[in-house]
């Protein structure tokens, strides 16, 4: 009997130890590189003008188990200073102390505390998400709640010969409306017929899988 019970609890220990990896393995590391592939938008809709502003600036990482959306993180930052109008001028307003503070505040971030509307991911198949986080300009973070696609992409050999491109990829699009008096971003009174209070951030992210460590190799 003693030697039955200890042959089940060494099975029962084998299982346990087989598992753990499989479960680690589950949750995969997607990184946005700051090479020109992912891109945020932002629009101010005022009465006597609409500017546009760009920037593919961004880097970050993002953790998920495409088999469970719930347990998505990740932290996305993009370069303040990167902002771009069309305008010399403008921009160097836009970084200055009275507006974005660029010398203070070098980064736009967004952190992801949670996903719903969708379960899981399968290869090739956009899923629409309700995506909850926390934004930070100005230095100033606020809670933001926004709808957005994700796709995961697996790697193929026509897709490898995109650049940059050396695995599976994740695909994030959302938008969403900041207030820049949230963020203490006061609009001179000169320019309140041109700049608008409420911008509107469309994200498009392109993250692309880490290889595992070494010792997982």
């Not at 680690?24 to 938008?41: E, I």
């Not at 379960?119 to 934004?135: M, Q, S, Y």
């Not at 709640?145 to 010969?161: D, F």
């Amino acid at each position: 009997m003693a030697k039955r019970l200890s042959l089940m609890v060494s099975v029962a220990v084998a299982v346990l130890l087989s598992l753990a990896p499989s479960a680690q393995a589950q949750t995969r590391q997607f990184v946005v590189r700051n090479d020109g592939g992912s891109r945020v938008q932002f629009v101010s809709d005022a009465p006597l003008e609409t500017i546009t502003g760009v920037t593919s600036g961004l880097s970050g990482e993002v953790s998920v188990d495409p088999a469970n959306l719930a347990t998505v993180a990740g932290r996305v930052q993009a370069s303040v200073a990167s902002l771009r109008t069309g305008v010399d001028l403008r921009d160097e307003h836009l970084r200055g102390e009275s507006w974005l503070d660029a010398a203070h505040h070098p980064s736009a971030t967004f952190e992801v505390t949670g996903v719903e509307g969708a379960t899981a991911l399968r290869p090739n198949e956009a899923v629409n998400v309700r995506v909850r986080g926390r934004f930070t300009i100005h230095g100033v973070t606020r809670e933001i709640t926004t709808t957005g696609r994700v796709r995961l992409i697996p790697l193929t050999p026509e897709l490898a010969r995109t650049p940059g491109i050396n695995g599976d990829v994740l695909r994030i699009q959302a938008t969403f409306t900041v207030r820049l008096t949230d963020y203490n971003v006061s609009v001179p009174l000169p320019v309140r017929l041109k700049v608008a209070n409420d911008i509107q951030v469309t994200v498009d992210l392109r993250a692309v899988a880490a290889p595992p460590p070494a010792s997982a190799r």
